[in-house]
């Protein structure tokens, strides 16, 4: 690792960039960098470390971590350790220490380590420590593959930003934009339709690279934007993820997704099927997520309660130990069957119907009872036995006899 050395002696500067510095003379004053380029992704923490040697009592407390600001034709220094600037230390993400003090006489020793959490683009620069009249400056480059990465909704020319996460009702007539900055050439864009590539529909348009320099250090930045004028949506899409990704290799992906919902009849997004519940539990829970564009006007769970007879609860109601509620966001409706006081009649088929005005649709949701553990008693060779958790009833028994056998190997070797 290439280190950096800025030594000073009655006087005279000498500037030396080497792996390793030796420099004769315990009256000078040395600034070193231990690492003097980081190289690092958003969100990462970092530490610098400045080794100052031989500085003198009186002038340990003027030592300070600083960085270099270019300002057109201009350029001067934030000090980042005396906290005279506040863009630095008002985040709570700069912290400095010193660590390893020694004393020579009326030298010290000490190292300066300067920490800073969650990192960020503005972040880079020019970053160095400074005693005295001496400083020594390292790099610190944050590397940002994919900038950012917004998906739009086009609707007659005009553009909808879309949140990660949405339920987005689309028109056949509807577009899509996807609009990707990056500073890395490699980065490939796609657009997915549930399982299906739709990236080829798309019109590419490319923006002219970007240089920007910040804190004495220049980036290239590009822009690529897909439109797609008609997403040609359709009944078959409904439920369906919509997502545009930017890929760089080695690099984690960044996306946004989104999930389509189609004026047409309602569609589940998913029922928790089946859901579980114990005996004299206090409550169990049936949940469907459904998508319904235009909104639901009927929400109604039924059952089966014995001779023939069905029961019902409806909208948000209570009858009984059965409470129905559902919750609304956009599109997309959460609808939740709460019972109460678990016996083991509520064991069974649930039918939750919905409708809007396009028509209705029926999900089925079972309860079932929850799994239990159970135990198995293992015989050792000296006679004694042990009891070892086993398999869970109702599943496949190898693994509590995995577990038998290596319980009582262990313990055959331990007796």
């Known amino acids: 690792m290439l280190t950096m050395a800025v030594k000073s002696c009655s006087g005279f500067l000498k500037v030396f960039v080497l792996f390793l510095v030796a420099f004769q003379g315990a009256a000078c004053l040395t600034l070193t960098l231990e690492n003097d380029v980081h190289q690092v992704l958003p969100g990462a923490d970092i530490t610098i470390i400045c080794h100052v040697k031989n500085v003198r009592f009186t002038t340990i407390r003027n030592i300070q971590w600083v960085k270099k600001v270019f300002e057109q034709t201009t350029k001067h220094t934030i000090s980042i350790y005396t906290a005279i600037q506040a863009p630095f230390r008002a985040t709570g993400r700069y912290l400095v220490r010193p660590e390893n003090a020694t004393v020579s006489g009326e030298f010290r020793n000490v190292d300066l380590i300067l920490q800073i959490r969650n990192v960020q683009v503005e972040d880079l620069g020019h970053i160095g420590c400074t005693a005295d009249d001496q400083e020594i400056y390292g790099d610190l480059i944050v590397y940002a593959p994919v900038n950012s990465i917004k998906l739009s909704k086009q609707v ?19 577009g899509l934009v996807c609009e990707v900055k ?56 409904n439920g369906k993820r919509l997502q545009c990704t930017a890929s760089v290799p080695m690099y984690p992906p960044r996306s946004v997704t989104i999930t389509m919902v189609i004026t047409g009849r309602p569609s589940t997004l998913n029922c928790i099927n089946p859901a579980y519940a114990s005996i004299g ?34 909208g948000n109601q209570t009858q009984g130990e059965y409470a129905a509620s559902y919750q609304s966001r956009n599109f997309n409706f959460s609808i939740t ?61 190898v693994h509590g006899w995995l577990l038998t056998a290596c319980m009582a190997a262990l313990l055959a070797h331990t007796f």
């Open 281 to 314: 539990q206090s409550t169990a829970q049936l949940v469907c997520h459904i998508i319904s564009s235009p909104a639901l006007s009927s929400v109604e769970w039924s059952w089966s309660s014995g001779g023939g007879m069905m029961a019902s609860v409806s």
């Open 182 to 237: 990056y500073q890395d050439p490699q980065t490939v864009i796609s657009v997915m339709k549930g399982s299906e590539n739709i990236t080829s529909s798309f019109n590419p348009e490319y923006n002219s690279p970007v240089k920007t320099e910040t804190g004495g250090l220049v980036t290239m930045s590009f822009g690529t934007t897909l439109k797609l004028r008609f997403l040609r949506a359709s009944a078959d899409d």
């Open 337 to 397: 069957l709460t019972i109460h006081g678990v016996k083991a009649e509520h064991f069974r088929e649930y039918i939750l119907r919905v409708g809007n005005g396009h028509g209705i649709r029926d999900f089925t949701v079972q309860l079932q009872q929850a799994p239990t553990a159970t135990s198995a008693a293992v015989t050792l060779p000296s006679g004694k036995t042990a009891t070892t958790p086993g398999s869970i009833s109702g599943t496949a028994s």
């Open 156 to 174: 007659t020319g005009q553009l909808t930003q879309l949140t990660d996460g949405d339920v987005v009702n689309f028109l056949p007539s509807d």
